[in-house]
């Protein structure tokens, strides 16, 4: 399986607080893996590195073999990292299906800048891809009206419009209900398996996790305690310690 995304000592301190020590792991292709630890563990930090809004203090970080030393957030998105973020970043003023055809048009420009502005075949995507998350029967309601759960699956599809080989999702279902978190989390199994997108994210909810990620890494303190399957880290006493308060 070829590697999609690389660490080696990855590391950030903020003065005297070392918030991400020595990470070490890699992402293969295809693969749904979580990052979990407690708060204050290290886990946005670790995203904000990946993602290239935080320079690490030390470590290297490798997207299908390049350095992305030295590269922004915006390079790094180009590169066909996608992220979903903790505040939506749709317009409110907007349709459902318009935001997905903003970004399909705003990424097709970019692919194949002499595409023409061909608004049927962007609204037809953009049909596509809303049906992906389940949100076709919404695409013409203004998303001020939507409800927090199916922004997140709007998200979604926006990020995806982007045609990421990589999605990063840190705290995909924050602020959900149960059954909307496992709703989220089953979709972006889905997406992964169908469309052989890897994923790598976080979340609180250990049944979310241990249900689907195919892989999870614990961070706690900074430090990346366990890395395995689902059944290695449930039976891992150092996770255990870690959540029982040990
Ligand atoms: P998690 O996402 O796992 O809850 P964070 O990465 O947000 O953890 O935080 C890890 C540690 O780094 C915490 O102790 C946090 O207070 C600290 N931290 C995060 N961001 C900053 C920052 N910008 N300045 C100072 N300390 C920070
Ligand atoms: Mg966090």
Known sequence: MSIVLE?????????????????????????????????GAGKSTCFNMLMGQLKPTAGTVWLNGQDLAGLGPRQIWRMGVGR?????????????????????ISHHRRVFSILPYAHRLYRDRALDLLNLVGMAD????????????????????????????????????????????????????????????????TEHDMDVVFAHAHRVMVLNRGQLIADGTVDQIRNDPRVQEVYLGG
């Open 7 to 39: 660490t080696q000592g990855l590391s950030k301190s903020f003065g005297a607080i070392k918030a991400v020590s020595d990470v070490s792991f890699a992402l293969h292709k295809g693969e749904l893996l979580a990052m979990i630890g407690p708060n």
């Open 138 to 201: 919404q695409a013409d309601r203004h998303c001020a009206v939507l409800a927090y759960g199916d922004l997140k699956r709007l998200e979604l599809a926006i990020a995806l419009a982007h045609e990421p080989s990589l999605l990063l999702m840190d705290e995909p279902t924050a602020g959900m209900a149960p059954r909307e978190r496992i709703a989220l989390m089953q979709l972006t199994a889905d997406i992964v398996r169908d469309r052989g997108v890897s994923v790598l994210f």
């Open 84 to 104: 979903t973020f903790q505040i939506t970043g749709t317009y409110a003023s907007m349709t459902v299906a318009e935001n997905v055809q903003m970004a399909l």
